[in-house]
């Protein structure tokens, strides 16, 4: 199944370079999609999110997941990702990034995430339905809303991350699929810093009126093909 894809990204201005990345891959039996967000704290975070998504591009290309059902998928991706983990600290020791993936294999999704960077569902009537939950200490109980996180200074503050500091915690969760899904991989700069106009416009055009004034704004956003 080939998706269409669109990737649109505006640097902010809190660090002098983009830190959102994204990659893709599209097997015979299932499609990979990516994004990181490199923390603006620490050295080479940038680079960590671009080696990350690398990494578990080249990997996933390589394992064996034509004979895998979704479940066994995930399994693999989980052990690709800790495998990353140990491969990669000693490269960028301070570095650390939030990372999102959404795999869509035959009539299954699912996605494993780390982090601030949010799946969400773009609806026919142009808002947004935001799925995954946001790895911080505003929402350490799970049950804000992302708008009520926005507003939360101590978002910034994340509770799983991609870091040699730490252990690795991903979150995995599978989505019931449809033909015609568009859907969104947002990094914390689109969904918490626009508003939903902003928003709106941002995926129509990828520009901004005015500029964000600190955090990378980015997003891909995957639209399933409609039943022939």
């Not at 390589?62 to 979704?70: F, G, H, S």
Request: with cysteine; hydrophobic share 40%; charged share 15%.
């Amino acid at each position: 199944m080939r998706a269409s894809l669109q990737w649109q990204s505006q640097p902010g201005t809190f660090t002098t370079d983009n830190r959102d990345a994204f990659a893709h891959v599209e097997l015979a039996n299932a499609s990979l999609y990516l994004v990181a967000d490199g923390s603006s704290s620490y050295p080479l975070s940038g680079e960590l999110a671009n080696a990350l998504l690398a990494k578990l591009v080249a990997d996933f290309t390589l394992a064996q997941t034509q004979e895998l059902n979704a479940e066994q998928t995930a399994e693999a991706l989980l052990h690709i990702i800790a495998t990353s983990q140990q491969v990669l600290r000693d490269g960028y020791p301070r570095a650390a990034c939030s990372y999102l993936v959404l795999c869509l294999h035959n009539d299954a999704a699912f996605s494993i995430h780390e982090g601030d960077c949010c799946l969400g569902l773009i609806e026919p009537t142009a808002s947004i339905h935001w799925l995954s939950s946001v790895h911080c200490f505003a929402n350490w109980q799970g049950t804000l809303t992302h708008a009520e996180i926005a507003q939360d200074t101590s978002r910034h503050h994340l509770t799983r991350c991609f870091s040699a500091r730490r252990p690795s915690k991903p979150e995995i969760k599978h989505w019931p699929t449809a033909p015609n899904q568009r859907w969104l991989l947002a990094s914390d700069g689109f969904w918490a810093c626009l508003s939903h106009p902003e928003q709106l416009t941002f995926l129509r055009t990828g520009n901004l009126l005015a500029p964000p004034t600190d955090d990378d704004i980015s997003c891909l956003s995957v639209t399933t093909p409609p039943i022939r």
